[in-house]
């Protein structure tokens, strides 16, 4: 009887010894696995916002959708004005003219080692696309383009998108969302920085 007894107490000591070590383990997983998925989502949205930039100069607005973004990127030149004379010296015999020179901007996206064929993709999302919108908005009495393009945190946190986690991290919520830009103002500023 006494050989059963230590029995189960061993067994007991063994299960509050797991769900101790699995209470102190799972926070630790989860933090972890945030950081690492928000950094590789955050370096492409940062990817998407440099080509939107490159996109602006060539166009003078922002892509509304990854199609027309990747097929002008790939296809079209960026315009670089070359400035001959002083335009300071207004009134003087010396012109000023202006050259424009064009440069690939696939060459130019290649250079920032971005992959133009992945980019519309979530990491860690089985091929869910990222949300990119533009458009154009009266700000100061001006015509300014505006994007926003980001992606919720249940599309890339796989497990971990579940509010129940939000016991590890006051403010986490599977729907709030990790993006660049504005719709209602000129600001390309990611929520992360």
Not at 11 to 36: C, G, H, N
Not at 48 to 73: G, M, P
Request: charged residues 25%; negative net charge; glycine residues 4%.
């Amino acid at each position: 009887m006494k050989i059963i007894i230590n029995l189960i107490l061993v067994l007991l000591i063994l299960a509050f010894a797991y769900f101790l070590y699995q209470s102190i383990a799972e926070p630790i997983r989860f933090t972890d696995e945030k950081v690492k998925r928000e950094k590789v989502v955050i370096n492409r949205l940062k990817d998407i916002r440099k080509s939107q930039e490159i996109f602006r100069e060539i166009t003078d607005s922002f892509a509304n959708n990854f199609d027309t973004l990747i097929y002008v990127l790939k296809n079209d030149s960026i315009p670089v004005i070359k400035i001959i004379g002083n335009p300071d010296e207004i009134g003087t015999e010396d012109a000023v003219e202006y050259d424009t020179i064009y440069f690939s901007a696939l060459d130019s996206i290649t250079k920032m080692n971005i992959n133009l064929d992945s980019i519309p993709y979530i990491p860690y999302a089985n091929g869910k696309k990222f949300y990119m919108e533009a458009g154009e908005i009266d700000y100061q009495k001006t015509k300014v383009n505006v994007v926003e393009a980001g992606a919720a945190y249940k599309d890339f946190m796989g497990k971990y998108a579940d509010k129940a986690y939000k016991k590890y991290e006051t403010g986490y919520d599977p729907e709030n969302m990790v993006k660049f830009g504005d719709l209602n103002s000129p600001n390309l500023t990611g929520n992360w920085e």
